[in-house]
């Protein structure tokens, strides 16, 4: 069976979450867990008005989610720890004739993080595939869904912190890497980025995951997150990203068009320089879920959003509560793409 990951800006049969229970996520008042469940039940609310929506809530937290979703979001219980759908859940493929799979990555709290716990949520990708009805594809490989970008067609985006992490997967080379990718997701050609955002790199980060820093909206074009200020330690790592980029082609031989995306004008928060970016939305049938930031660029970058996504309604949230606990709106969500 040979199975690939389509663009995300395939047709969807549905859009998978999971609703925050617990833990960072939630914090330690009521008005911080207020915050991130309003932040979460906010994308889940509009992106089904695109199509289905399926959130996966802990068994304990199913009348403190009706308080929170619009009725037409289907709830799926099972146990959790943390909400980041996209790299606690499986990655959809299809196969040759069009049908569903799930790639059931080893999720290990991103490395083995000494603050995270992932005794339940390595377990969603298997109980998502079943519900959803997708074959289940185990790989032994440590990934999460934020950690690559495809554009559908062969090409796949990842970082050398990431899945060459020895906290992910001590001993494998590039080559194992793209063996697996190639099996799982059909990737024919991989770039491999050296680095990912400061922030994301530190302590409470993911070592650099792909899906704030370069997203692939059409055949041979790259959204990239370019930093624009010298103050700030991304304003030299953006720059050497978009200079290697340029130096590699997608799967077809294409050089790559590359659209730099202002990061917002927002240096900081409470706990340092952000890594707030505008690559973190996510693509719907007909729409664009898209992070804002209440700055001065959020217009700017959501203009360029609907350039890049021609046809498509953009509707942006404000994604600073999701920020804040250490990711954004492509994070918390995985696209289920329609079988064939």
């Known amino acids: 069976m040979s199975w690939h990951m389509p663009a995300e800006t395939a047709p969807q049969e549905r859009l998978w979450m999971a609703f925050p229970t617990g833990g960072y996520t939630l914090g330690e008042t009521a008005e911080a867990a207020h915050a991130a469940r309003s932040t979460w039940a906010a994308v889940a609310n509009a992106a089904v008005e695109f199509e289905p929506v399926t959130m996966v809530v802990d068994p304990d937290d199913g009348e403190t989610a009706a308080r929170y979703l619009h009725p037409d979001v289907e709830v799926l219980y099972a146990p959790l720890n943390d909400a980041w759908m996209r790299d606690i859940g499986p990655t959809f493929v299809l196969d040759e004739l069009g049908r569903t799979g799930a790639v059931d990555w080893?999720?290990?709290?991103?490395?083995?993080?000494?603050w995270a716990s992932w005794d339940k949520d390595a377990g969603i990708a298997r109980e998502v595939a079943r519900h959803?009805?997708?074959h289940h594809v185990t790989s032994p490989l440590v990934n999460?869904?934020?950690g690559i970008q495809v554009d559908g067609l062969g090409t796949v985006l990842v970082t050398e912190t990431v899945q060459l992490d020895p906290g992910r997967n001590p001993g494998l080379t590039k080559a194992d890497v793209e063996q697996e990718l190639a099996r799982t997701i059909g990737a024919t050609h991989v770039v491999w980025l050296p680095r990912g955002l400061t922030r994301d790199s530190e302590r409470y980060g993911t070592r650099g995951h792909v899906d704030i820093v370069a997203a692939i909206p059409s055949?041979?074009?790259?959204?990239v997150h370019s930093q624009q200020d010298p103050e700030h330690p991304d304003f030299d790592v953006c720059r050497s990203?978009?200079?290697?980029?340029?130096?590699?082609?997608?799967?077809?031989?294409?050089?790559?068009?590359i659209v730099?995306?202002?990061?917002?004008?927002?240096l900081r928060d409470d706990e340092g320089f952000v890594d707030y970016?505008?690559?973190?939305?996510v693509v719907l049938n007909g729409g664009v879920i898209a992070c804002r930031f209440n700055d001065p660029n959020d217009d700017k970058a959501l203009q360029i959003l609907a350039e890049a996504y021609p046809g498509r309604r953009i509707v942006s949230i404000d994604a600073r509560e999701l920020f804040a606990r250490g990711g954004g709106i492509h994070c918390i969500t995985q696209q289920q793409p329609a079988a064939s």
């Not at 080893?106 to 083995?112: D, M």
């Not at 055949?219 to 959204?223: D, E, I, R, S, V």
């Not at 082609?249 to 050089?255: I, L």
């Not at 970016?277 to 939305?281: F, K, L």
């Open 260 to 266: 730099e995306v202002p990061a917002p004008e927002t």
């Open 106 to 114: 080893i999720f290990n709290g991103w490395g083995v993080q000494d």
């Open 241 to 257: 990203i978009i200079e290697y980029l340029r130096t590699t082609r997608d799967a077809a031989g294409r050089e790559w068009n």
């Open 144 to 146: 999460e869904g934020g």
């Open 277 to 281: 970016s505008y690559i973190n939305h």
């Open 132 to 134: 959803s009805g997708a």
């Open 219 to 223: 055949p041979g074009t790259l959204l």
